[in-house]
């Protein structure tokens, strides 16, 4: 069991930034960033759900168990 993100997903549909603007539009690194993305880390709970109200989702959108 593993937790997944949809953010590439997210980034590519739905906001059509390049990962480095996606970045800085959710005020982070773009190499924690690349982190998340690529599911070698995950963000703290806190900084899930600060990302989860700006792109206005809930937390179960972006990162899901698989």
Do not use: Q
């Not at 739905?14 to 990962?19: A, G, K, Q, T």
């Not at 963000?43 to 989860?52: G, K, N, V």
């Amino acid at each position: 069991m593993a937790i997944k993100s949809r953010l590439k997903e997210i980034r590519m549909k739905e906001f059509l930034m390049d990962p480095g603007e996606f970045a800085k539009y959710l005020e982070v690194d773009i190499k924690t960033y690349s982190g998340w993305e690529h599911n070698h880390s995950r963000p703290t709970l806190e900084r899930a759900i600060l990302i989860s109200n700006k792109l206005n989702k809930d937390v179960k959108e972006i990162w899901y168990v698989e």
